[in-house]
Structure formats: structure tokens, C-alpha cells
């Protein structure tokens, strides 16, 4: 685990279960909880082995996560980004994005995609993502746009 640029909040690269279950509880309580999201919906074919988490934790507590998964050669599907509601407006939306932007450049993929909530694409349209698309999807319960980010490779 490290600590943030900003200090005292670490960030953990979940791989294990263990460190999987900081993930899927902010999850339980920033989607299942908060949003109403059944469990089957929220947890996919995606989450377990092979599927890579960020968490960043504050003195050991589990607050903001993402995931992502290879989609083929060079792309990852990020997803799941998930902010606790006390922690948010502090940028750490942002942080987990680029954290997980960080790891997936260490492992050599290039592209990013991500389908983002429509109230979000500014968000991301901040962090440097693009509309690949406009059509809006329904993804679970949200109406969602696909975006695209490509990362500078550190060679």
C-alpha cells in the first residue's frame, strides 16, 4: 500500500480476496445501499480473479474504489468507481481514476473505456476521457455513455 500525494489516505492495489472485500464493501454501501442496486445487479461476471480494484483506504477504513478488466489487446474496461457519500467533493473520484490509470500503464495496456453515468461525463470528460458514442445505454438502473481514454505509455 502507499499513501496519496495528498497524505494520509493509502491507496491499495486489491489483487487478493481480502483486499477484494474493501472494494465490495463501498460498493454495498455507495450502490447497493444508497442507490437501491440489487446485490446481483452490482456484482458481475467481472468481479473475483483476473479483475484488478483500487481502494483507498482512511485509517484502515474502506471509502472509494473502482475496478478494471482486460477487454483485449491493450484495452481495459474501468468501471465501478464508487465514492462514499462523506467522502465526496474531496477529489477522490479523481485519485481512485488515476490511480487506477497509473496501474493500468505499469501493465501495459493503453486504452481506457468506460461506461460513464450521464451525470458523470463531465467528470470524466475532466480526468481526459472522450465520448466514443452519444447514444445512451442502459447500464443497470443508470442511463450511460462510453468513453475512451488514451494513456501515455511510460517506455
Not at 2 to 8: A, D, E, N
Not at 113 to 141: C, H, N, P, W
Request: charged share 25%; glycine share 10%; with cysteine.
Amino acid at each position: 500500500m502507499q499513501k496519496t500525494p495528498s497524505g494520509g489516505i493509502e491507496v491499495m492495489r486489491a489483487a487478493e480476496e481480502w483486499q477484494r472485500a474493501g472494494a465490495y464493501s463501498v460498493r454495498v454501501q455507495g450502490m447497493n445501499r444508497q442507490h437501491h442496486i440489487a446485490l446481483r445487479e452490482e456484482f458481475d461476471e467481472h468481479d473475483g480473479n483476473g479483475t484488478r480494484y483500487i481502494v483507498l483506504l482512511d485509517d484502515g477504513y474502506p471509502f472509494a474504489t473502482c475496478r478494471f478488466y482486460p477487454i483485449g489487446a491493450g484495452r481495459v474496461m474501468l468501471g465501478r468507481v464508487v465514492v462514499l457519500p462523506e467522502y465526496r467533493g474531496k477529489q477522490y473520484g479523481m485519485e481512485v481514476v488515476l490511480q487506477a490509470e497509473s496501474w493500468i500503464s505499469e501493465l501495459g495496456f493503453h486504452t481506457v473505456e468506460i461506461e460513464s453515468r450521464t451525470v458523470a461525463v463531465g467528470f470524466y470528460r475532466k480526468l481526459g476521457y472522450q465520448i466514443v458514442d452519444e447514444t445512451v445505454v442502459k447500464s443497470g438502473a443508470f442511463d450511460c455513455i462510453r468513453m475512451t481514454k488514451e494513456l501515455h505509455r511510460k517506455d
